[in-house]
């Protein structure tokens, strides 16, 4: 059984950085992503890694402002965001999926590819 534990949110003001952290444990797993979820919206995806080579991906609206990476040795994963804008305020969710995708890349994205969620932290951007 993976769990995840988030870190790292608050209130920023726009333009601001905030480095968000999961820490996980009790298991292995192939792929770590970030999801965010706004009020009355749906859960949506924001970047993923896989664990044995740091292959990326991310979602158009945060490409080259958010940043992931992972620490192999300390189990971690971290979403680096920089550039922060009001649409991005939601409540960030760490998840991980256990075996490998196959089929469409796009499965990686896919909130139902992924088994196991922490608890959320809590992300705003506002002045």
């Known amino acids: 059984q993976v769990q995840l534990d988030e870190s790292g949110g608050g209130l920023v003001q726009p333009g601001g950085s905030l480095r968000l952290s999961c820490a996980a444990s009790?298991?292995?797993?192939?792929?770590m992503g970030w999801f965010r979820q706004a009020p009355g919206k749906e859960r949506e995806f924001v970047a993923a890694?896989?664990?044995?080579?740091?292959?990326?991906f991310y979602a158009d609206p945060v490409k080259g402002r958010f940043f992931i990476s992972r620490d192999k040795f300390k189990n971690m994963v971290f979403l680096q965001m920089d550039g922060l804008k009001p649409e991005d305020t939601a409540v960030y969710y760490c998840?991980?999926?256990?075996?490998?995708?196959?089929?469409?890349?796009?499965?990686?994205?896919?909130?139902?590819?992924?088994?196991?969620w922490g608890q959320g932290t809590q992300v705003t951007v506002s002045s």
């Open positions: 890694i896989t664990w044995s080579i740091a292959s990326v």
């Open positions: 009790g298991g292995t797993y192939q792929y």
């Open positions: 998840a991980a999926r256990q075996d490998w995708l196959y089929g469409s890349a796009s499965l990686i994205e896919n909130r139902d590819s992924y088994d196991y």
